[in-house]
């Protein structure tokens, strides 16, 4: 999964909620991780990261952990130079993004240029779904890996098969 992240939801994350520091953003840091977060060709959006004011620390150390290789961050092939409001910043390079579109923010509430419909916006003909913080966590963190062999009653399943309706006798 491919997700936008707001600096809305960088800037408003208080300092007893680092929770979603830890358990939203910072999954997007592991390598048997296959979520991926969104950049544009020239690398606007971290230049915005970068300036964030609030949060800083964090943000900055998430920032290093998603520049190692291989990298964590789309590549997203759109031009968002001259957009000024980060409003619409956004919700351009999460539009400009093939696949699922999915912009995660603080809160939905904190969405005041577009029209809100059941969680999604039409932009130019096109649906973006809009999580905000929890729904974020709970869609990113349920997505379990299992690495290694199962074994039930002394039969191995290899490579994460299973082994169903199975009589060891």
């Known amino acids: 999964m ?3 992240i707001s600096s809305d939801l960088l800037e408003n994350i208080e300092k007893d909620e680092l929770i979603y520091f830890s358990d939203l953003l910072m999954v997007f840091t592991s390598k048997t991780n296959d979520h991926k977060v969104t950049k544009d060709k020239k690398s ?3 230049e915005k990261y970068e300036n964030i004011k609030e949060n800083l620390e964090y943000v900055k150390v998430w920032l290093d952990l998603m520049s190692f290789s291989p990298s964590s961050f789309e590549k997203i092939d759109v031009d968002l130079d001259g957009i000024d409001c980060n409003e619409s910043f956004f919700v351009e390079l999460c539009k400009n993004t093939n696949g699922e579109r999915k912009m995660v ?3 939905l509430q904190n969405i005041k240029k577009f029209e809100l419909q059941s969680n999604t916006l039409e932009v130019d003909g096109i649906d973006i ?4 913080r929890d729904t974020a966590k709970k869609l990113i963190s349920n ?3 299992v690495n290694g ?3 039930t009653n002394s039969q191995v399943a290899k490579e994460n098969s299973t082994i169903n309706k199975s009589k060891n006798e």
Request: hydrophobic letters at 55%; proline letters at 0%.
């Open 143 to 145: 997505k379990t890996v």
């Open 149 to 151: 062999d199962i074994i």
């Open 105 to 107: 923010v603080y809160s």
């Open 2 to 4: 491919v997700c936008t």
């Open 129 to 132: 779904e809009i999580l905000d």
């Open 44 to 46: 606007l959006v971290i």
